[in-house]
């Protein structure tokens, strides 16, 4: 009886490992997208979504679908990470060399590193207007490729709410963009 109960653990061990393998595989991707979308920076977001996993892996026996989806469940998990990730910075208000060196070495020709740069300065100049929610929803909605209502779950608003705040948002980007050209 005692080995049926010691096999019977190895397989649920083996069946949660390859649970957090499939959940790492099918997510992985959309939460470093998301987290990218906040930070701007690949080894940052890399960072972070190790740390979210970490996470997950930890704190997966407290998962409940009565109370939310998991997808809802791990965004909400990755904003929390990144919210202390700010939280750091603010206490060690720092910007690494390594990080300018990086976005000059990315491009091979000096047309590409110009084209490149004034279409990001463009887009960093129209984010700027953005507040952190704002910022939060922007990068749910197209790093995270969420719906609405999984922004909306894991903001605590209504989908409708979130409708609305991603045209106005929209719309606030595209007249910051038009007026800097």
Not at 50 to 62: A, D, H, P, R, Y
Not at 77 to 86: E, Q
Request: with cysteine.
């Amino acid at each position: 009886m005692e080995q049926f109960a010691v096999s019977s653990s190895l397989d649920k061990a083996k069946g949660e490992e390859l649970d957090l393998t499939h959940i790492f595989e099918t997510y992985y991707k959309r939460i470093y997208n998301y987290i990218y979308y906040r930070v701007n920076s690949n080894e940052e977001a890399e960072d972070l979504t190790s740390q979210v996993f970490e996470k997950v892996m930890l704190k997966i026996n407290t998962y409940s679908n009565c109370k939310s989806p998991f997808e809802v469940w791990l965004f909400a998990i990755a904003r929390n990470v990144i919210n202390d990730y700010f939280r750091s910075l603010k206490k060690y208000n720092w910007f690494s060399i390594e990080k300018i060196k990086e976005l000059i070495s990315r491009e091979s020709n000096p047309e590409d590193i110009v084209l490149t740069a004034e279409t990001n300065d463009m887009l960093l100049k129209a984010l700027r207007v953005l507040n952190d929610k704002e910022r939060n929803i922007v990068a749910l909605k197209f790093g995270g490729n969420l719906k609405n209502k999984e922004i909306a779950e894991i903001l605590e608003l209504t989908e409708s709410n979130i409708g609305v705040m991603l045209y106005r948002i929209m719309k606030k980007l595209k007249v910051e963009m038009e007026r800097e050209v």
